[in-house]
Antibody, heavy 119, light 108 residues
Framework: EVQLVQSGAEVKKPGEALKISCKGSPYSFTNYWIAWVRQVPGKGLEWVGIIYPGDSDTRYSPSFQGHVTISADKSIDTAYLEWSSLKASDSGIFYC????????????WGQGTLVTVSS | EIVLTQSPDTLSLSPGERATVSCRASQSVSSSFLAWYQQKPGQAPRLLIFGVSSRATGIPDRFSGSGSGTDFTLTISRLEPEDFAVYYCQQYINSPVTFGQGTKLEIK
């Protein structure tokens, strides 16, 4: 069965950098998009952005554009979400999820990575 | 950006009852690219319904979706104990993709 396995919880200070990961298996990683979705604990779901590992085509939500970087390494079937300088407001649970090419919903989700940014 | 507004925020029902959750869009969701997800505490969301009314793989037929344009509905015909969770609608045709704020279905 399709699995997306995410890296573990992180505790960081404001201003620090961070890169979290999402590894997909066992499917053709380069033929599906990987999206990132944020959830502040106890709150709703926010779209961060999405990447197509086949050619690294990347789209960002305006709310996150310029503050995060989404990338992928297709040689190891892994997508990443990265911050160069964290803020306390970046805290939350970050989920990766798979989407087929075209207009499709998110059919498989990772288990989530909790990011806590606190001084 | 398409804003999705769900109602009610919280729905209190008993097992065996029928649940109806509404999702209203700020503009028409063209080609019916609307989905519903279920999220239980401590878990990732799970896809229930896509294309307004198609059930995802393994989803029981007590879950159904309907609607068009700007008004959509998720119906659970007879609630089972495992159905008490938070439900989100999502439109995936316009960029950015957006979600409703969620509806918590709790046991009465």
């Amino acid at each position: 069965e399709v699995q997306l396995v995410q890296s573990g919880a992180e505790v960081k200070k404001p201003g620090e950098a961070l890169k979290i990961s999402c590894k997909g298996s066992p499917y053709s990683f380069t033929n599906y998009w990987i999206a990132w979705v944020r959830q502040v604990p106890g709150k709703g779901l926010e779209w961060v952005g999405i990447i197509y590992p086949g050619d690294s085509d990347t789209r960002y939500s305006p709310s996150f554009q310029g503050h995060v970087t989404i990338s992928a390494d297709k040689s190891i079937d892994t997508a990443y979400l990265e911050w160069s300088s964290l803020k306390a407001s970046d805290s939350g649970i970050f989920y990766c999820a798979r989407r087929n090419s075209g207009f499709f919903p998110l059919d498989y989700w990772g288990q989530g990575t909790l990011v806590t940014v606190s001084s | 950006e398409i804003v999705l507004t769900q109602s009610p925020d919280t729905l209190s029902l008993s097992p065996g009852e029928r649940a109806t959750v509404s999702c209203r869009a700020s503009q028409s969701v063209s080609s019916s690219f609307l989905a519903w997800y279920q999220q239980k505490p401590g878990q990732a969301p799970r896809l229930l319904i896509f294309g307004v009314s198609s059930r995802a793989t393994g989803i029981p037929d007590r879950f159904s979706g309907s609607g068009s344009g700007t008004d959509f509905t998720l119906t659970i015909s007879r609630l089972e104990p495992e159905d008490f969770a938070v439900y989100y609608c999502q439109q995936y045709i316009n960029s950015p993709v957006t979600f409703g704020q969620g509806t918590k279905l709790e046991i009465k």
